[in-house]
Every structure is written in structure tokens, then in C-alpha cells.
């Protein structure tokens, strides 16, 4: 499977690629909007004759701009390839029905750990191993607990909390609106924690419920046991 973040990298791509052209045109005076859309521009500019743009120049701009629009190609292969393992995964479909994780952190998640997450005795473990769980050190001689360590893989890691807090911003817009709580457990985590801090505890039990249906051969249901 796939190991970098397509969504990721493509925001991080698009806006240096955008940067740059918009960088080598402002140079000549010619000033480009932000925003990928305006790339389409680009063409225009190249063939206008009353611009000062040299003759190379034009020619580099869009061979840049073909080269972006191959790559966006290519993008577009991958992520139809996913989208296809994802529909022929049973266990990848079973994970993405979990809050806060989505197409791409369930096929990574398969991919990495495997359909029964073999390697990991427990949920908790698997949330340690992933650098989920706070670090602890002693003080005064009691035990307190750090930021999480951060140890394991970056990439699963970072896909967990980015779901985490779409959940956990859905869950305060719940509480504003002062709607029915979808997730008790939440609602009393956020009535006395950052949500930051509380996307990292949201992230960590989505783990452990990852593990729970993968080893044990289950279906997501919001009573399922994150151990």
C-alpha cells in the first residue's frame, strides 16, 4: 500500500508547484492569483506576444505545467487503485466504518498491520507501538504523564489524529448547538481537556478499536470494546 498521505502530498505539491510559477511570472510583472485554478492561466500568458516574458521562459512554463498535470494523472491512477484494494478489502471496509477513519487511514492501517493486526497483543499495545500513549516520568516521587512519544509509524500516526479531530470538532458543534451527544465518552473527555488533547485520547481509542475488530474478527458498533 501506499505509505505517504495522497491527500497530503498533493495540497504540498500543488501549493509549491503554484508558488513557484506564480514566483517566476511576478518577476515579469505579471501577477497570478493564488489558488491552483489560476494555473489554467498559464497557457494564455505563454502565447500572449505583447508580454515581456523571454521565449525560454515561456517554454519552461509549460513544460512545468505539463509536468504538474502528469503528475495529478498519475495521482488520479493511484488513488483509483486504493479506492479498488479498498472495495476488495473486507477488513479494510470493516475499519473505515469507525469514527474519525476514512478511506485512506483504513487501507494504510490493513496494509501495515496486516487483517488481523498479528504483531500486537492488544489494543493498548498497538496504540503504544504507534506512539499514542503518553510518556511517563517520575516526580517527587509519583508518577506523571508527558506528551505522547511519538514512536512508531509517523504517517498511521498522523492519519489517527487528523481523524480524531474532525471528530472531535463534529462533537463540539453537536455541543453548541446543544444537540443530542452522539459519543458520551467524548462529551465528558472535552467538558475537562483541550481538544487537542482530546483528538490525542480520540485517536488512541480509535487504535485500540482497530485492533479489537481486527483480531477478534468484528463489525464496527459504538458498544465495541477499544482494548
Given at each position: 500500500m501506499r505509505r505517504s498521505s495522497i491527500?497530503?502530498?498533493?495540497?504540498?505539491?500543488?501549493?509549491?508547484?503554484?508558488?513557484h510559477l506564480r514566483g517566476?511570472?511576478?518577476?515579469?510583472?505579471?501577477?497570478?492569483?493564488?489558488?491552483?485554478c489560476h494555473l489554467a492561466e498559464i497557457p494564455a500568458l505563454a502565447e500572449d506576444a505583447t508580454n515581456e516574458l523571454p521565449g525560454v521562459l515561456r517554454q519552461l512554463l509549460m513544460d512545468m505545467l505539463e509536468h504538474f498535470r502528469e503528475i495529478d494523472r498519475k495521482i488520479d491512477v493511484m488513488e483509483t487503485q486504493i479506492r479498488q484494494w479498498h472495495r476488495q478489502s473486507e477488513a479494510s471496509r470493516r475499519l473505515a466504518e469507525i469514527p474519525g477513519i476514512g478511506l485512506l487511514t483504513a487501507t494504510a492501517l490493513v496494509g501495515y498491520i496486516g487483517t488481523q493486526?498479528?504483531?500486537?497483543?492488544?489494543?493498548?499495545?498497538?496504540?503504544?507501538?504507534?506512539?499514542?500513549?503518553p510518556r511517563q516520568h517520575s516526580s517527587g516521587g509519583k508518577q506523571r504523564l508527558a506528551h505522547i512519544s511519538k514512536r512508531g509509524d509517523p504517517y498511521l500516526r498522523t492519519l489517527l489524529i487528523h481523524g480524531a479531530r474532525a471528530v472531535v470538532?463534529?462533537?463540539?458543534g453537536i455541543q453548541r448547538r446543544g444537540s443530542t451527544p452522539i459519543d458520551p465518552w467524548l462529551e465528558r473527555l472535552l467538558a475537562r481537556k483541550h481538544?487537542?488533547?482530546?483528538a490525542v485520547a480520540q485517536a488512541n481509542r480509535n487504535a485500540r478499536i482497530v485492533w479489537a475488530l481486527l483480531a477478534n474478527n468484528r463489525t464496527y458498533c459504538s458498544r465495541v470494546t477499544a482494548d
Open positions: 491527500g497530503s502530498y498533493t495540497a504540498i505539491r500543488d501549493t509549491q508547484v503554484s508558488n517566476l511570472l511576478s518577476e515579469y510583472g505579471l501577477i497570478l492569483p493564488q489558488g491552483i493486526a498479528q504483531g500486537f497483543v492488544s489494543g493498548r499495545h498497538l496504540a503504544a507501538y504507534l506512539g499514542l500513549v470538532r463534529m462533537c463540539r481538544p487537542n488533547q482530546a
